[in-house]
Every structure is written in structure tokens, then in C-alpha cells.
């Protein structure tokens, strides 16, 4: 099974507008972090926002925001005011584990196309 | 504060010639990993250094790879005898313990 899901391979959002960008997840580890990097065009990946499994909060970072419902295994990004630079590759990823916890594994990424 | 940097950017070889890539991570992080991404997928992971020591090898990593990190500072990863499937771009990342990654350029290999 996938533990990353992004079921989403390309998303239109309208410049101002919010834009939710779906990712689902599968552990079995109840320790575990989630987090979201955006990609551009030139190749670097961003890191944007995290989410700890055991955080009682929706993690916020400016104009992000991650929608986790840890019941249903989702990690939605929230992008408001959305903006043409936003236009990227957008990953979600998954560390499981606490402690000495390591990689990432990653969705196979979301294509968000910010219009006029 | 410099970011992650990677050299080279690109590297074009024929199949069957060896490669290394450099990667000097962000000066505080004792963490270093190697990821590979090919075109339309995430990242998937290869190795990972704690200071000097490589704790953690994918099954991705096959023979002709290699990494090390002698100093605990920057890193380098060979792969021998390229093939095409080789083909992707390398990235690598750095950290402090439990903190998010973050990512180089990466370097993008071209297998001829």
C-alpha cells in the first residue's frame, strides 16, 4: 500500500482565491510528522509546513495552513490568497518513528497552475 | 545562513562511466540524506548520515552506489558503471535532529 497519496495530479486555482490540496497517509506507527515542500520550476524543494502527529493544533505557517484529521489519515494544504509564484509542484511527505527517526517518503506530488 | 548546496548542477555521461556528486550541508545540521527523483515522482530516499556515520541504506542503493561523509561535514555519492535507468536528479537534504529537511538544488545526471 502507498503510505503518500496525493490523488490530485494537477489543480487550477484563480489568483486571490484559497486553494485545498489533498494527501492522505498510511503508518501504523503512532509517532510520526507530516509535511508538505513545494517545488518549482528550477528543481529546489521548499519546505512549507509540518505537522506532528501528537500536535493538538492545525499547524499554520503565513498563507499555509494543513487541515489534518488524524482519523481519517489526511494532511490537507490549505493555500489562501493564492498568488502566481504558488504556481509549483506541491509534495507531501511522511516521516514515521520518533527519536533517531530518519527519511521521507514522499506522494507523487500535486501540479498547482495559479491563473489571472 | 547558506542553504544546501550541490555540485555539480548537471552532469551529462555515457552509460558505464562513474559519477560522483558533492553535497555540503547547512553547517549545523548533523544530519545529511541522499534522495533520487525521477521525472513525475517524489523524491524517494537513498542513505542517510548522522555526523559521519551511515545509519540507514535504501534497497534503491545497489552496489554501484556508494556514499560517505569522512568528517561528518560535506557528503559525496559515486555510482559506478552508469546505466540509464540511472537517469535522474539527485537530491540532498540536511537537518538537525527532529527538525524539517531541507533540500539542495540537487544535481540532474543525464545517462547518454
Not at chain 2, 555515457?14 to 555540503?24: E, H, I, P, S
Not at chain 2, 555519492?77 to 539527485?90: F, N
Not at chain 2, 538537525?96 to 545517462?111: A, C, M
Amino acid at each position: 500500500a502507498q503510505k503518500i497519496t496525493q490523488t490530485q495530479p494537477g489543480m487550477f486555482v484563480q489568483e486571490k482565491e484559497a486553494v485545498t490540496l489533498d494527501c492522505t497517509y498510511d503508518t501504523s506507527d503512532p509517532s510520526y510528522g507530516l509535511f508538505w515542500y513545494k517545488q518549482p520550476s528550477s528543481g529546489e524543494m521548499i519546505f512549507l509546513i509540518y505537522q506532528g502527529s501528537y500536535d493538538q493544533q492545525n499547524a499554520t505557517e503565513g498563507r499555509y495552513s494543513l487541515n489534518f484529521q488524524k482519523a481519517r489519515k489526511s494532511a490537507n494544504l490549505v493555500i489562501s490568497a493564492s498568488q502566481l509564484g504558488d504556481s509549483a509542484m506541491y509534495f507531501c511527505a511522511m516521516r514515521e518513528g520518533g527519536g533517531t527517526a530518519s527519511k521521507l517518503t514522499f506522494g507523487t506530488g500535486t501540479r498547482l497552475q495559479v491563473t489571472l | 545562513d547558506t542553504g544546501v548546496s550541490q555540485d555539480p548542477r548537471h552532469k551529462i555521461t555515457k552509460r558505464g562511466q562513474n559519477v560522483t556528486f558533492r553535497c555540503d550541508p547547512i553547517s549545523e545540521h548533523n544530519r545529511l540524506y541522499w534522495y533520487r527523483q525521477t521525472l513525475g515522482q517524489g523524491p524517494e530516499f537513498l542513505t542517510y548520515f548522522q555526523n559521519e556515520a551511515q545509519l540507514e541504506k535504501s534497497r534503491l542503493l545497489s552496489d554501484r552506489f556508494s556514499a560517505e561523509r569522512p568528517k561528518g561535514s560535506f557528503s559525496t555519492l559515486e555510482i559506478q558503471r552508469t546505466e540509464q535507468g540511472d537517469s535522474a536528479m539527485y537530491l540532498c537534504a540536511s537537518s538537525n535532529h527532529n527538525q524539517p529537511q531541507h533540500f539542495g538544488d540537487g544535481t540532474r545526471l543525464s545517462i547518454l
